[in-house]
């Protein structure tokens, strides 16, 4: 299962709400040309979430049908120990 995360803009700020995907346990596919994610320091989102530029949205569909069983096995494996 995947969980859209987008760009939102709260208090004047810049800000991706990524915290639900992960607590919902669903692959975040994130589309944002600039963004700063939570814990960055600590965790590394591409392991466990799919990370794209904005223009890519045209491609989503495809994107997503690509990753192989391998990959979202991975990705779920990842998910599972944050």
Known sequence: MFCFVILAF????????????????????ILSNYYDLPFN???DWNKFAVILKEKDVYQLKQILKNISDAEFVALHYNLVKV
């Open 41 to 43: 320091d600590i965790l």
């Open 10 to 29: 709260g208090t004047g700020l810049f800000r991706l709400p990524c915290n639900w995907p992960i607590s919902a346990c669903c692959f975040a596919v």
